[in-house]
Protein backbone atom coordinates (compact mmCIF):
# COMPACT_ATOMS: atom_id res chain seq x y z
CA UNK A 1 0.00 0.00 0.00
CA UNK A 2 2.54 2.25 0.41
CA UNK A 3 4.80 1.16 -2.55
CA UNK A 4 2.25 2.50 -4.83
CA UNK A 5 2.14 6.20 -3.04
CA UNK A 6 5.90 6.54 -3.04
CA UNK A 7 6.07 6.34 -6.73
CA UNK A 8 3.34 9.09 -7.04
CA UNK A 9 5.49 11.28 -4.60
CA UNK A 10 8.88 10.68 -6.97
CA UNK A 11 6.88 10.86 -9.48
CA UNK A 12 5.58 14.52 -8.95
CA UNK A 13 9.27 15.14 -7.29
CA UNK A 14 10.61 14.89 -11.02
CA UNK A 15 7.80 16.55 -12.75
CA UNK A 16 8.41 19.46 -10.37
CA UNK A 17 12.09 19.36 -10.96
CA UNK A 18 12.12 18.94 -14.62
CA UNK A 19 9.52 22.10 -14.86
CA UNK A 20 11.83 23.69 -12.84
CA UNK A 21 14.46 22.77 -15.33
CA UNK A 22 13.15 23.99 -18.59
CA UNK A 23 11.97 27.61 -16.58
CA UNK A 24 15.77 28.03 -15.27
CA UNK A 25 17.12 27.23 -18.40
CA UNK A 26 14.81 29.04 -20.36
CA UNK A 27 16.04 31.96 -17.70
CA UNK A 28 19.41 31.36 -18.41
CA UNK A 29 19.03 32.04 -22.30
CA UNK A 30 18.03 34.87 -21.88
CA UNK A 31 19.99 36.10 -19.82
CA UNK A 32 22.68 34.68 -22.47
CA UNK A 33 21.12 36.61 -25.08
CA UNK A 34 20.66 39.79 -23.17
CA UNK A 35 24.86 39.11 -22.48
CA UNK A 36 25.55 38.85 -25.82
CA UNK A 37 23.85 41.87 -26.95
CA UNK A 38 25.40 43.57 -24.16
CA UNK A 39 29.15 42.38 -25.51
CA UNK A 40 28.31 43.06 -29.33
CA UNK A 41 27.91 46.86 -28.46
CA UNK A 42 30.87 47.12 -26.32
CA UNK A 43 32.56 45.63 -29.29
CA UNK A 44 30.95 48.34 -31.36
CA UNK A 45 32.39 51.02 -28.85
CA UNK A 46 35.60 49.46 -29.02
CA UNK A 47 36.26 49.78 -32.59
CA UNK A 48 34.75 53.52 -32.46
CA UNK A 49 37.52 53.76 -29.45
CA UNK A 50 40.33 52.05 -31.98
CA UNK A 51 39.05 54.39 -34.89
CA UNK A 52 39.56 57.40 -33.17
CA UNK A 53 42.58 56.91 -31.65
CA UNK A 54 44.04 56.08 -35.17
CA UNK A 55 42.92 59.68 -36.38
CA UNK A 56 46.26 60.94 -38.07
CA UNK A 57 48.66 62.18 -35.03
CA UNK A 58 47.24 60.19 -32.33
CA UNK A 59 44.03 60.82 -30.49
CA UNK A 60 43.81 64.08 -30.16
CA UNK A 61 44.25 65.24 -33.64
CA UNK A 62 41.09 66.47 -35.83
CA UNK A 63 41.26 67.06 -39.31
CA UNK A 64 39.15 70.09 -39.99
CA UNK A 65 38.31 69.02 -43.54
CA UNK A 66 40.94 68.25 -46.73
CA UNK A 67 44.13 69.40 -46.32
CA UNK A 68 44.36 73.00 -47.95
CA UNK A 69 47.57 73.67 -50.39
CA UNK A 70 46.45 77.17 -50.53
CA UNK A 71 49.09 78.23 -47.53
CA UNK A 72 45.59 79.15 -45.42
CA UNK A 73 46.31 78.76 -41.78
CA UNK A 74 43.30 76.64 -39.83
CA UNK A 75 41.74 79.16 -37.57
CA UNK A 76 43.33 78.75 -33.58
CA UNK A 77 39.71 78.70 -32.24
CA UNK A 78 38.26 76.20 -34.63
CA UNK A 79 41.15 73.86 -34.07
CA UNK A 80 41.26 74.05 -30.29
CA UNK A 81 37.19 73.34 -30.19
CA UNK A 82 37.63 70.28 -32.20
CA UNK A 83 40.21 68.86 -30.22
CA UNK A 84 38.15 69.41 -27.38
CA UNK A 85 35.39 68.09 -28.92
CA UNK A 86 37.68 65.06 -30.07
CA UNK A 87 38.18 64.52 -26.04
CA UNK A 88 35.12 64.63 -25.26
CA UNK A 89 34.20 61.96 -27.41
CA UNK A 90 37.05 59.91 -26.65
CA UNK A 91 35.80 60.60 -22.82
CA UNK A 92 31.98 59.49 -23.65
CA UNK A 93 33.11 56.55 -25.72
CA UNK A 94 35.70 55.09 -22.80
CA UNK A 95 32.44 55.75 -20.03
CA UNK A 96 29.86 53.62 -22.75
CA UNK A 97 32.83 50.75 -22.92
CA UNK A 98 32.91 50.99 -19.02
CA UNK A 99 28.86 51.04 -18.33
CA UNK A 100 28.90 48.07 -20.79
CA UNK A 101 31.33 46.17 -19.21
CA UNK A 102 29.71 46.56 -15.72
CA UNK A 103 26.34 45.63 -17.23
CA UNK A 104 28.19 42.38 -18.36
CA UNK A 105 29.72 41.71 -15.53
CA UNK A 106 25.90 42.07 -13.83
CA UNK A 107 24.43 39.63 -16.24
CA UNK A 108 27.50 37.05 -15.10
CA UNK A 109 26.47 37.21 -11.41
CA UNK A 110 22.97 37.12 -12.28
CA UNK A 111 23.34 33.92 -14.22
CA UNK A 112 25.41 31.67 -11.81
CA UNK A 113 22.74 30.76 -8.74
CA UNK A 114 20.90 29.62 -12.16
CA UNK A 115 23.87 27.75 -13.07
CA UNK A 116 24.43 26.32 -9.71
CA UNK A 117 20.44 25.26 -9.92
CA UNK A 118 20.64 23.51 -12.88
CA UNK A 119 23.44 21.60 -11.96
CA UNK A 120 22.19 20.40 -8.87
CA UNK A 121 18.92 19.29 -10.64
CA UNK A 122 20.67 17.35 -13.36
CA UNK A 123 23.96 15.50 -11.41
CA UNK A 124 22.85 12.80 -9.10
CA UNK A 125 23.87 13.02 -5.90
Do not use: C, H
Not at 4 to 24: D, H, K, T
Amino acid sequence: MLLPLLFVSFGSLAAGNEAELQRLQSALSLLNQEQQAVYQQFQMVQELRRASAQGVGGPYTTQLGPPRNTGEVPNYTDVVEAQKNQIRRNDDLAQQAEALYVKYSEIEDRKKPLQQRIYDLTIPK
